[in-house]
């Protein structure tokens, strides 16, 4: 291996080659500490010409490449696999930003700058990213597009896949696909950018990405409401969905989750304990709070809505849903299990996949929470021990079973390869594998993540 580590050196310069354990170490372990496995070396390019030598190199040698950015991802994607000698190619350098284009509404950026940094270049120009998630001071927009991540608007703006109108991005082999233009409707040929999205770096590394904005909002108003369940919550969304154009946000918790994550933010509980929260924000150029308060009046929780009453309850509010990922992470290692399932089988769901771990682990504890308006339930459990490859097998069967899906927006990753035969059947299998082989023959781009091997 000395070999290509000297030839890694010599296309990112050796300062930029990481090979020392305790170097290596940040990028070696995923958030939420379930994956973990050395690294042959942690490489950081520059640019698309150095991430095309990286890669180039790594292909001569057959060695494994995996893709990482802030390394936030939930599914075991971004870290390096066990037993097997892999080089992890960190995107964090690739920082340049080009300029908003005002008329296009869309910026151009490297495949490094963070959601956080993306945010506030919109913010600056009147706009905005269009997609907010918890992770935005690590997560980068290429591991957004890469996961085609949806987070907490996507209800309004769609998931990342809505926000990409171009993109730059190398093969294994080093060619490079550049279809920055950015333009809406170009339908020349294959979409490429839009195979790439959602491929989870197992296709090709992606360089640049030109993200489309939104409009700025200021005008914003926040409920909470206390419901009896969560058809009680589905019931609540059809009541105002339908009404509320202004809707950007539509969450919901449970009193597990409400009590851990006060509990962690050290926050005095907003609202008195009950089986279930929905949390609603609208944002409009004008004050939305009339519009929302009468959609609550109109289906029945006008009485027990919880609305922030100025910025600071309104953030504390916000932070309550946002925080429970590092709540639940500082309770200890969860299994998390991102799956969606259509609005009128929720409820059922969340019934069974809470009788599924009551019979496997009665002492387990299980939150579930989501982003309700897409159907999209994060099933948390901490505690599980020997049993949890079946209860984690039975709860995604149990989505596909409800009309679901076993990924939802945190990607399927090596958590979930071996179950995509449960969802994917054998033709649309061998057409993802035809696919991965046609654009990396020899196999080295994040082996064992989306497909099993
Ligand atoms: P990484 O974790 O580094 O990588 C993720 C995947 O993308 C890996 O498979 C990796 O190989 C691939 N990849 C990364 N960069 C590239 C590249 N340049 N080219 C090709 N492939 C690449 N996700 C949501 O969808 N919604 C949420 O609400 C949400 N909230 C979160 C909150 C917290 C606190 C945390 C820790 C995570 C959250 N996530 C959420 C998950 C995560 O933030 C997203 O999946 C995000 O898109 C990952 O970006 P990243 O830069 O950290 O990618
Ligand atoms: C969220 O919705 O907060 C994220 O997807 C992270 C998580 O599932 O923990
Ligand atoms: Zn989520």
């Known amino acids: 291996m000395r070999a290509l580590i000297e030839e890694l050196a010599q296309a990112v310069g050796s300062s930029h080659v990481l090979t020392d354990p305790s170097t290596r170490a940040p990028f070696e372990t995923d958030w939420t500490r379930r994956w973990s496995a050395p690294a042959l070396a942690v490489v950081r390019p520059a640019d698309c010409d150095q991430v095309a030598a990286v890669l180039r190199a790594c292909s001569r040698h057959g060695i494994g490449v995996v893709p990482q950015g802030g390394n936030t991802g939930l599914v075991g994607g971004s870290t390096p696999r066990a037993g ?21 509404s869309s910026v151009s950026v490297g495949a490094g700058v963070t959601l956080a940094r993306l945010q506030a270049i919109a913010h600056e120009a009147g706009l905005d990213a269009g997609l907010d998630l918890g992770a935005r001071d690590s997560a980068t927009i290429a591991g957004l597009a890469a996961c085609d991540a949806g987070g907490l608007r996507a209800i309004r703006y769609g998931t990342a896949r809505t926000r990409v109108a171009g993109l730059r991005a190398v093969l294994s082999d080093g060619r490079i696909i550049d279809r920055r233009a950015g333009l809406l409707k170009d339908n020349a040929g294959y979409d490429l950018p839009a195979l790439l999205i959602g491929s989870e770096g197992t296709l090709a590394v992606i360089t640049d990405v030109v993200w489309r904005l939104v409009p700025r909002l200021d005008a914003r108003a926040l409920a909470l409401i206390p419901v009896d369940g969560f058809d009680a919550a589905v019931a609540l969304v059809a009541g105002v969905r339908p009404v509320l154009p202004s809707l950007e946000l539509c969450e919901l918790m449970t009193d597990a989750g409400v009590a851990l994550t006060a509990d962690h933010l050290a926050m005095s509980r907003p ?43 309104h953030a504390r509010l916000l932070r309550l849903r946002e925080a429970h990922t590092e709540a639940i992470a500082a309770a200890g290692v969860a299994h998390k299990i991102d799956v969606g399932v259509p609005l009128r089988g929720l409820a059922a769901f969340a019934d069974q996949a809470t009788a599924i771990v009551r019979d496997a682990a009665p002492e387990a504890q299980l939150i579930l929470f989501g982003h309700l308006g897409d159907g999209n339930l994060h099933v948390n459990i901490l505690g599980l021990h020997d049993e949890a490859d079946r209860v984690e097998h039975e709860i995604l069967a149990l989505a596909i079973q409800a009309g679901g899906t076993i990924s939802a927006e945190h990607g399927i990753g090596v958590q979930k390869a071996e179950h995509l035969p449960l969802l994917r059947g054998p033709d649309e299998l061998r057409t993802m594998a035809d696919i991965k082989a046609a654009l990396d023959p020899p196999g080295i781009l994040n082996p064992g993540v989306l497909l099993a091997r």
């Open 84 to 104: 097997v000698d892999q080089v992890v190619l960190s995107l964090t350098r690739l920082t340049e930003v080009g300029p908003v284009d005002l008329a296009a």
């Open 271 to 313: 609202v008195d304990p009950a089986p279930a929260y929905v949390l609603l924000e609208c944002a409009a150029t004008t004050d939305p709070l009339e519009e929302l308060a009468e959609a609550l009046h109109a289906a029945g929780v006008g009485d027990r809505a919880v609305v922030a009453t100025d910025a600071a309850s």
